[in-house]
């Protein structure tokens, strides 16, 4: 794990499944960054399109980008793990193979982190469609500290944003579902003594797609639902409490749109 103080190596973990129509401006945002000092490990989830072929080709002129191929498809936690048990810098960037960052994002995250001694933090981002035309507004009411009861309610951090300080929190890991991983292990972040703080300014883009499980409120609602007990093991009573506080800012978020 890279220790220097001023330029930490950040590792850019990024699952793909099936991403030939976007993963060449995931990985061009990421060359793109103002700060340089980084490496991307990309786990493919058995790809059957051209997936493989385009990062190999990206890897052709490329050397901080690694691929790992499963061997059978597991879903987007194992491939997030696999790369996180190769990655070798202090600080982790998570990214999705359809998503992008802005020029400046790592650059500003790792200051923000430095300058206020931060273990855990995250940004805005632009929700953009297919085309990557802007689909809706900022999230602007996000505090600027997140702790356990607040996060527990509803989950506010994108996962493209997010930036883990290692040497502050230790090993980290995924737990195996096919969802709602990334939420679980803000939670167990949280409950560990370490809040997620808001840089408040978008620095990514998040891709909407029609098919995508977090496009389905019914089926988020469910998985939030065995988040909470499942995961959690909150009692009957807690998980109703805390499952009407979802519903209530999904609705209320939905309905400023």
Not at 152 to 179: A, H, Q
């Amino acid at each position: 794990m890279d220790t220097q103080l001023n330029k930490p190596l950040i590792s850019v973990i990024t699952p793909a499944y099936n991403s030939e129509a976007h993963i060449s401006q995931t990985i061009e945002s990421v060359r793109a960054q103002t700060l340089q000092d980084w490496e991307m490990i990309i786990t493919d989830d058995c790809s059957s399109d051209r997936t493989i072929d385009i990062i190999r080709s990206f890897q052709e002129k490329e050397d901080r980008i690694k691929l790992i191929q499963l061997e059978k498809n597991q879903g987007a936690a194992v491939a997030r793990n696999t790369s996180i048990a190769e990655a070798k810098g202090r600080f982790l960037a998570f990214l999705d193979s359809d998503d992008q960052w802005l020029p400046e994002k790592l650059e500003k995250q790792l200051q923000f982190m430095q300058a206020n001694d931060v273990a855990f933090s995250f940004t805005q981002y632009y929700p953009v469609n297919e085309a990557g035309e802007k689909a809706g507004a900022v999230e602007d009411e996000i505090p600027d500290k997140i702790e356990y009861n607040q996060l527990i309610k509803s989950n506010v951090i994108g996962c493209l944003t997010v930036m883990l300080d290692l040497e502050k929190t230790g090993p980290v890991k995924m737990v195996n579902i096919r969802t709602r991983q990334d939420y679980v292990l803000w939670l167990e972040l949280c409950k560990r003594g370490f809040p997620a703080y808001n840089l408040k300014e978008p620095l990514a883009l998040y891709r909407i797609k029609g098919e995508s499980i977090s496009s389905n409120k019914f089926k988020m609602a469910k998985q939030n639902w065995k988040v909470y007990r499942e995961i959690e093991k909150l009692s009957l009573l807690k998980s109703i409490w805390y499952f009407l506080h979802y519903i209530y800012l999904k609705t209320k978020k939905y309905l400023k749109k």
